[in-house]
Every structure is written in C-alpha cells, then in structure tokens.
C-alpha cells in the first residue's frame, strides 16, 4: 500500500502566507490535527515512513507515529515546492499579476519559475526519482508505505501515481493530516510498472 499524508497547520497556513521551503513549525492546531490523525490511523499498517525534512513535516509524522515501531527516513526531494521571492507573501490571490497564481489556477502553464524558485519540470523531475528509488521497490516487496510532505509535493506525487495531466494538478486536493490511498495492493490487480 501506498498512503499520503499532509503535514498539519502552521500559523502561515491561516494566514495564507505562502510558504514553500521556508522551515514553518506546526502550531498548536495543526500538533492537535497530528494528535488526531495518530488516533484515527492507529490500526492502518504503515513498514517505512518518508518524509520531508522541514519541521512541519517532521513534527506531523513524529506525533502521528509515536509509540509505533515505524522507521521515519528523511529525504530532501520530498521538501515543498520553492517560491522563491514570492516566500511568506500573504494572500497572493489578492495581488494583481503575481506570477506564483499561475501555478495554483494553471499548473500546466507555469514553466518559468520565479526568482529562487522552482519550476513544475523539477519537481515532477525530483518526486519522480523518489518514487522510483525508494519507493515502488518497498511497494513491490509488500512493504506499506507512508509519505508525509507538502501540498504541492503531495500534489506532484499523485498525478504521477495516478498518471494525471498537469491540468489536473490540483484536482484531488491535499487537506491537512488526512491519510490519502494511493496504490492499493490488496487490489491484487494493482501492477507497478518500472516506468510508473
């Protein structure tokens, strides 16, 4: 099995501030919403938990695994998408002409990343590298896995799971820790392909 899982809320969630890799901690709602989860997902199996290094990832699956024997390894391809400039900008959807609404409302046109920022292309390039070294190995042998990161990683990883268009970057949308399935493997149908 192949399970999902966004970190918790941080103070710039609700401010919407846009955050990318700037290194936001959970606050107090979003330890409460990792409280949650760890009790609504205690009896979900997970072998190996992927995750990204930024402190809100960290905290959400430290505090949803606590007490459980599941090794959590840290891998940089799994941090946010870069903003560059545009990090901490708060309510870009208010802000006439900014070039990172491009990215929210048509990701398939967002080619040229901002200044010190990412572009679509690399973090489809980076996700997709993860997904194929650590990942559909661990899926293969069995193994469940859980990945705990960011909107927009998250975002990434699904439509290359499910094989969705940019388009459709956004169309599955990416809550605050609630567990996502991606692959199902008691559907014994399910094949990974070694281009997946």
Same mark, same amino acid.
């Given at each position: 099995?192949?399970?999902?899982?966004?970190? !918790?809320?941080?103070?710039?969630?609700?401010?919407?501030?846009?955050?990318?890799?700037?290194?936001?901690?959970?606050?107090?709602? !979003?330890?409460?919403?990792?409280?949650?989860?760890?009790?609504?997902?205690? &009896? $979900?199996?997970?072998?190996?938990?992927?995750? =990204?290094?930024?402190?809100?990832?960290?905290?959400?699956?430290?505090?949803?695994?606590?007490?459980?024997?599941?090794?959590?390894?840290? &891998?940089?391809?799994?941090?946010?998408?870069?903003? /560059?400039?545009?990090?901490?900008?708060?309510?870009?959807? =208010?802000?006439? @002409?900014?070039?990172?609404?491009?990215?929210?409302?048509?990701?398939?046109?967002?080619?040229?990343?901002?200044? /010190? /920022?990412?572009?679509?292309?690399?973090?489809?390039?980076?996700?997709?590298?993860?997904?194929?070294?650590?990942?559909?190995?661990?899926?293969?042998? /069995?193994? @469940? $896995?859980?990945?705990?990161?960011?909107? #927009?990683?998250?975002?990434?990883?699904?439509?290359? $799971?499910?094989?969705?268009?940019?388009?459709?970057?956004? #169309?599955?949308?990416?809550?605050?820790?609630?567990?996502?399935?991606?692959?199902?493997? =008691? @559907?014994?149908?399910?094949?990974? =392909?070694?281009? #997946?």
């Amino acid at each position: 099995m192949l399970y999902i899982m966004r970190h !918790g809320k941080t103070d710039w969630n609700n401010l919407k501030k846009i955050q990318g890799r700037t290194d936001i901690p959970l606050n107090e709602e !979003g330890r409460k919403m990792a409280e949650e989860a760890r009790e609504e997902y205690k &009896d $979900v199996h997970f072998d190996v938990c992927y995750c =990204s290094p930024l402190i809100r990832a960290k905290e959400t699956a430290e505090i949803l695994l606590r007490d459980r024997d599941v090794p959590i390894l840290f &891998d940089d391809r799994l941090k946010e998408m870069g903003f /560059g400039i545009y990090e901490g900008i708060q309510e870009s959807f =208010s802000i006439p @002409d900014c070039p990172i609404n491009v990215f929210f409302w048509h990701p398939e046109e967002y080619t040229t990343p901002v200044e /010190g /920022g990412e572009s679509v292309d690399e973090l489809f390039a980076r996700t997709g590298a993860f997904l194929k070294e650590r990942v559909y190995p661990k899926i293969k042998e /069995g193994k @469940d $896995v859980l990945i705990v990161a960011h909107g #927009a990683t998250n975002s990434c990883i699904v439509c290359q $799971v499910k094989n969705r268009e940019r388009k459709d970057f956004w #169309a599955d949308g990416i809550p605050n820790c609630k567990l996502q399935t991606l692959i199902d493997t =008691s @559907d014994k149908t399910e094949e990974i =392909s070694d281009e #997946a």
